[in-house]
Structure formats: structure tokens, C-alpha cells
């Protein structure tokens, strides 16, 4: 299957916005081309619609080309773009697991496209032959999280790499968690593989959810396709001089992943003795799921005394969980104390 036959006519055939920063690239003296005041250097100017600075950084520590990376405000953006690019509203269709992450869903309502969710197996594994079952001529997009929200655990390169084998369409591998796991990127396949898209963000290891910047990496058809649809400038500069800085900064974000994997541990081990606590399911994420005998209770407890988890108890598969974000050593503390004291 092509990519063209997969992407919407209308998009296809779209004659994108040629902003003045495109048409003139190079050194200039005299910049009177777009209509910028000449007051406030440099945020006066319109910045890099491309973003080149952050890319060759980014394609650096990815190992890839500058053109196989779309930035977007956020994963979410490059989530809805799946859909504007390649389902036909009222008409396509996506499949993704479930549970996973919401946006998907949220995104394809707001187009006006037919989400199909597929259950993860008991123990959250894929069920492969299920998610093929559910694809069909208008299927343009399967969703695969991995380590997956809210179940925190990630699937096998190959299983992923099975699926995509026999599905015609676009796979999306969503690998926010991905700095947390052991089992690896699908970006190692990535030039083997030309309708897959993998979403990587700066929210989660890198520390940087408030300046919202998110990433999918391609093939180089597919990154043009997404670069011709979204806002021009949708990465404002102040963002990317933030990102090209924090890239600098790997030493300190490896380091505070490994932080984050031992408090995890502990955080695992005293969680899993605690008397309405039935089950801490393993995590290749910074958070744990944990099905206790009370979710809504021991949630209400929680806000009492100050301290906010996630309560996935009205999540399929999830019946009694708590999703649980790895803090630092003195906050993980601070809520094994208050957990103590529920039901006393
Ligand atoms: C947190 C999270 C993201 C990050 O989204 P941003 O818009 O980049 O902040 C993406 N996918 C999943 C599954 C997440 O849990």
C-alpha cells in the first residue's frame, strides 16, 4: 500500500500556505517581506516554520534525517493531524487498544471518525489476531501505545512490528513513556517501515510538559504531508530556543530517569504489602496501576489529605486501579505514609 492512497484527496491535492519565510531563505540585511514590525528583536519575527535548528539537534541524538521529524504543539497535535491527513470524516474509521490513551478517542469525535477499540488481553497483552479482525477497507489508521496509558507496560518490537505486516494502513506508535522502558524503540525500525509514525514528547522524561512540544518521526513523504497541513508557525520561537537548550541537558534527564526507575521499584515493593492493595501490575512506565479493593474511596481519601492520583476505576479493564505517577523520593514518601493511615 502507497502513502498517497492512504491520505485524504482534498490534502493530497492541497496547495499549501507559502509563508514569507519560506519563500526567501539565506542571509538578508533588510528584512521587509512579511510585514513584522522592525521593533523587539528576535521575537519580532516570525521564527522558523520548519524549526531546522531543533531538528538536526533532534535527528542527532535520534539518528535519523532532518526531514524524517514533524514537531508538534504537543503529541497532540501530531495525533490530530493523523486524522485530518488521513481519514475521511464520516467515512474512515481507526482501531486502536483499549484501554489506552484518550486523546485518540477524543481526537477522532472531533473528526468525526469511527474509533474501534480493541481489548488488550487480561494481562494487558495485544491480541493481534482482534485488532486485524476489526480493520477493514475504510481503516486508515491503527493506534498502538507503547509502554501503554494507563496499563504502564510496552509490547515487543515484534509483535508491533507483526501487526504491521498485515494491516494496510498507518501504524502509530505512541512511545511517550519510552525513555522508562527496556524493551525498545520502534524508531530502530523505522526506515524499514513507511507507514509507521512513532510519537516521542518532551512532557514525560524530558521534563518540559508546560512548553508543549511533541514529535513524530516517518518517512520523509509523510513528514512533507503533515508539514503542508499544520499551522505555519505552529512552533513559536521561545519554544524552540527553550528545546534547543534542554537538549544540551541529556546528562541531567538520563540521570533523572535512572532516579525515577529506582524510586519505581521502591515505590512497587511498598505499595504491593498494603492490606487493599490486590495487585501492582509491572510498569515499563514512570507511573504503576495498582487494583485495590476501593479505588473511589481510597482516591477521596487521597485528595483529603492533599496528595492527587489518577482514579482509572471506570476504565475498561481497569475495574478497582489507581494510576500512580512516580514523584520524587520525598512525595512517594508522603503518599506511602498517607496510605497507612486509609481504613485506620
Ligand atoms: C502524556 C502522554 C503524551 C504526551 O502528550 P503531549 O501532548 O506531548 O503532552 C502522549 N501520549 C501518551 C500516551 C501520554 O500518556
Known sequence: MEIKN?????????????????????????????NESPYNSPYNRYPDPLQIAVKEKLANIKGMKPEQIFLGVGSDECIDLVYRVFCV???????????????????????????????????????IEALISATDAHTKAMWICSPNNPTGNAFSLDEIEAIYRRFNGILVVDEAYIH?????????RLNKMPRLIVLHTLSKAWGSAAVRLGMAFASTEIISIFNNVKYPYNINLLTQQYVLNRLERRAEVEAQVKALLDARKKLEAELAPLPFVLKVFPSDANFLLVRTTDADGIYRFLIERGVIVRNRNRVSKCLGCLRITVGTPDENNDLIENLKEYGK
Open 89 to 127: 470524516p464520516g467515512v474512515d474509521n481507526v482501531v486502536a487498544i483499549d484501554p489506552s490513551y484518550g486523546m485518540y478517542e477524543v481526537c477522532a469525535d472531533i473528526n468525526d471518525v469511527e474509533y474501534r477499540r480493541v481489548p488488550l488481553t487480561d494481562d494487558f497483552g495485544l491480541d
Open 6 to 34: 492512504l491520505v485524504r484527496k482534498n490534502i493530497l491535492n492541497l496547495q499549501p500556505y507559502s509563508c514569507a519565510r519560506n519563500e526567501f531563505k539565506g542571509e538578508a540585511r533588510v528584512l521587509l517581506d512579511a
Open 180 to 188: 522508562f522502558s527496556a524493551k525498545g524503540s520502534m524508531l530502530s
